[in-house]
Nanobody, 124 residues
């Protein structure tokens, strides 16, 4: 099991940028694939981005492709989500998740450990 703590959320104007961080505890972080999901009020949790244990494989939701970038630093046990050109529809609580096995995945049920989330609010 790995404990995850997100940070970096906040209020930003449309067109602006934020970088989310997710710090993981444990010595086996490099064995986990990581993902970012988000949940807007009244909506189900949705996939945003995923990265393999090595960082060589990534995947994104169509709605964020070209705007968001996921990356990781295994030496720091941290995964990042750089969010550019933010839109009001990006407003949500963003969750970091860890998946044993190392391969990327886009479905929430494929992840075993979750953070508490960080709020991102984009004003138009």
């Amino acid at each position: 099991q790995v404990q995850l703590v997100e940070s970096g959320g906040g209020l930003v104007q449309a067109g602006g940028a934020l970088r989310l961080s997710c710090a993981a505890s444990g010595r086996t972080f490099s064995l986990y694939a990581m993902g970012w999901f988000r949940q807007a009020p009244g909506k189900e949790r949705e996939f945003v981005a995923t990265i393999s244990w090595s960082g060589l494989s990534t995947d994104y939701a169509d709605s964020v492709k070209g705007r968001f970038t996921i990356s990781r630093d295994n030496a720091k046990n941290t995964v990042y989500l750089q969010m550019n050109s933010l839109k009001s529809e990006d407003t949500a609580v963003y969750y970091c998740a860890a998946r044993r096995g190392g391969a990327i995945a886009t479905m929430a049920f494929q992840y075993h450990d979750w953070g508490q989330g960080t709020q991102v609010t984009v004003s138009s």
